[in-house]
């Protein structure tokens, strides 16, 4: 089965310093991988995906990720933090064969604080 | 374009007793998601639906748990009789297909039992 691990439940970076988020994957195959990021008494939203393309992936707000197969990885990095960052942010995957297709399975989360 | 809507925000009930929980996806999009979110987790999936067909309910607990997505647009999540272990956030979202197909988030619905 396939899962998905994030390192640091929480994590505190100083403004304008660099945020790395980490994510491992467990899976046979190269799944599809997110980044998907939570404020408070909301709704998730996308920040990025990897979808077999370009293994550097750009997303919203100045954050990308690079998928390394090698090491079954896909940190999210920002090169310096703003406030507006702080939130949860989750790293899922999803399978790219079978009846699970589609379905995102989630790590348990990151929260990000930034301090000023 | 309007987002995915849910209905209630927050929900606030004694145990054994019933909710329902609503969702609307964005217009057009035929691929509909329930997943439960506790606290300091990530959601897990309960129920996919693509149009009217649950396709994948493997994780929905079935002796109280139900959905529907009648005519393969919004859905209703239903738990009866709800326990106080249910209390959690339940995230509807949906998607224009599956695979590789970006899911868009609800803003959820904060449910306590008492």
């Known amino acids: 089965a396939q899962s998905v691990t994030q390192l640091g439940s929480h994590v505190s970076v100083s403004e304008g310093a660099l945020v790395l988020l980490r994510c491992n994957y467990s899976s046979s195959v190269p799944p599809y991988l997110f980044w998907y990021v939570q404020y408070p008494n909301q709704g998730l939203q996308l920040l990025l995906k990897?979808?077999?393309?370009?293994?550097l992936v750009k997303g919203i707000n100045g954050f990308e990720a690079e998928f390394k197969k090698s090491e079954t990885s896909f940190h999210l990095t920002k090169p310096s933090a703003h406030m507006s960052d702080a939130a949860e942010y989750f790293c899922?995957?999803?399978?790219?064969?079978?009846?699970?297709?589609?379905?995102?399975?989630f790590g348990k989360g990151t929260k990000l604080s930034v301090k000023p | 374009e309007a987002g995915v809507v849910q209905s209630p925000r927050y929900k606030i009930i004694e145990k054994k007793q019933p909710v329902a929980f609503w969702c609307n996806p964005i217009?057009?999009?035929?691929?509909l998601y329930w997943y439960l979110q506790n606290l300091g987790q990530g959601p897990e999936l309960l129920i996919r639906y693509e149009n009217e067909e649950a396709v994948d309910d493997s994780q929905l607990p079935k002796d109280r748990f139900s959905a529907e997505r009648l005519k393969g647009v919004d859905s209703t999540l239903k738990i009866q009789p709800a326990e106080l272990g249910d209390s959690a956030v339940y995230l509807c979202a949906s998607s224009l297909e599956t695979s590789s197909e970006t899911q868009y988030f609800g803003p959820g619905t904060r449910l306590l039992v008492l």
């Open positions: 990897y979808t077999s393309a370009a293994t």
């Open positions: 899922a995957v999803s399978p790219n064969y079978g009846g699970s297709q589609g379905n995102l399975i």
């Open positions: 217009s057009g999009h035929n691929t």
